[in-house]
């Protein structure tokens, strides 16, 4: 590829660079959750998959850590928050998955006292009916498959993508038949 302006690699060499980045512009790391520090490295080596060789869209450093803190300002929390949750549903195991639902319906009877607060559940109640619907294995695999997410990177990459331009360099014939 053909360097015309600076790479994400040559501006961000490293997590802790990135670090130090986040902490004076968009995201103070300081004050970040444990979970929330592993979503900004997960974040990180995201950006230099995908980005670490493109050229930037800018001409100054400068003005290329002021575009990319709007959208790590906008989408991170989101994404780390994202990535916890579909991380917890990757832990349900297949009994979870084997019962699909579990409903409780509570029935109360009032003998038409007067009720000293409407608002609030009665104390005694007449019924409950409890009912679960347990499912077999194989809808369970199927269940599980098709419930379990993606991490949403590429929607998460997407937010960056005009900070970079891609510059395709001059052809150069390397081989020329007869």
Do not use: W
């Amino acid at each position: 590829m053909t360097k015309i302006t600076f790479y994400l690699a040559d501006l961000l060499p490293d997590f802790n660079t990135f670090k130090v980045y986040c902490s004076e512009v968009p995201i103070d790391y300081e004050s970040l959750t444990q979970l929330e520090k592993d979503a900004l490295e997960h974040c990180y080596n995201l950006l230099m998959r995908r980005y670490g060789h493109a050229n930037v869209r800018y001409t100054t450093p400068e003005a290329f850590y002021n575009a990319l803190a709007i959208p790590l300002d906008d989408e991170f929390k989101r994404y780390a928050k994202r990535l916890y949750i579909i991380g917890e549903a990757y832990k349900l195991t297949l009994e979870d998955f084997a019962e699909l639902n579990r409903a409780i319906q509570n029935y109360a009877n009032n003998p038409n006292d007067v009720v000293s607060e409407p608002l609030k559940p009665l104390s005694y109640i007449s019924s409950q009916t409890f009912t679960a619907n347990i499912s077999n294995k194989l809808q369970a695999y199927l269940v599980a498959i098709d419930s379990l997410p993606s991490e949403y990177d590429e929607e998460f990459l997407s937010k960056f993508k005009d900070l970079f331009m891609n510059i395709i360099p001059n052809e150069t014939i390397i081989y020329k038949e007869d």
